[in-house]
């Protein structure tokens, strides 16, 4: 395998790896999403558009070189007799060409899964820390709710002449009740 081939393999891989810690569950999204936001990645990110076009050219570019070279080995004729080590060498071209054709492509292929899968990991953290918000916001819009009804039941029962520390403490009773519901 050439040098440039080479390369493209590694990247390959490097791109097979790198799905397969996205997709895996060994870092939650936040992580990821911190990770991604992260200074370094940030500054990359701001010509991630060209590095991807980038990328995707030459791989395209190396992409059809391996077609050609794969359409010019596979229109071999034989004509009379032919030396089993002529034969050979052009099957052995043929296969290099045809491996660095399902390189390429499969290449090809990952750059656009990993993009994709990187915008929606970035999508679920943004979604997940929203959620999170929108919960604790109903929490403590219920809390204050359940407070304001005390006290109306507290100035009520005021009004009607009872015990206002009876009251007051079954009041403290069922909010430390409430906070150890929380707690747990």
């Known amino acids: 395998m050439s040098l440039v081939w080479t390369l493209i393999?590694?990247?390959l891989y490097a791109e097979i790896a790198f799905v397969l810690l996205l997709v895996l569950p060994i870092a939650s999204p936040y992580r990821w999403n911190r990770l991604f936001k992260s200074k370094f990645l940030a500054m990359l990110g701001q010509q991630a558009h060209i590095y991807f076009i980038l990328i995707l050219g030459v791989l395209i570019l190396f992409l059809l070189e391996s077609i050609r070279e794969m359409r010019k080995y596979s229109n071999f004729e034989q004509t009379g007799e032919v030396h089993l080590n002529v034969e050979m060498?052009?099957?052995?071209?043929?296969?290099r060409a045809q491996r660095n054709f399902y390189i390429c492509g499969f290449s090809v292929f990952l750059v656009l899964v990993i993009r994709k899968l990187v915008t929606l990991v970035s999508a679920q953290a943004n979604l997940l820390?929203?959620?999170?918000?929108?919960?604790?916001?109903?929490?403590?819009?219920?809390?204050?709710?359940?407070?304001?009804?005390e006290d109306k039941k507290t100035e009520k029962a005021k009004e009607a002449g009872e015990d206002t520390t009876l009251i007051e403490l079954s009041r403290l009773r069922r909010r430390v009740q409430g906070l150890t519901a929380r707690v747990s």
């Open 89 to 95: 060498q052009h099957s052995m071209k043929l296969f």
């Open 9 to 11: 393999a590694g990247f």
């Open 129 to 149: 820390a929203q959620s999170e918000a929108s919960l604790k916001q109903a929490q403590s819009a219920t809390a204050a709710a359940r407070s304001l009804m």
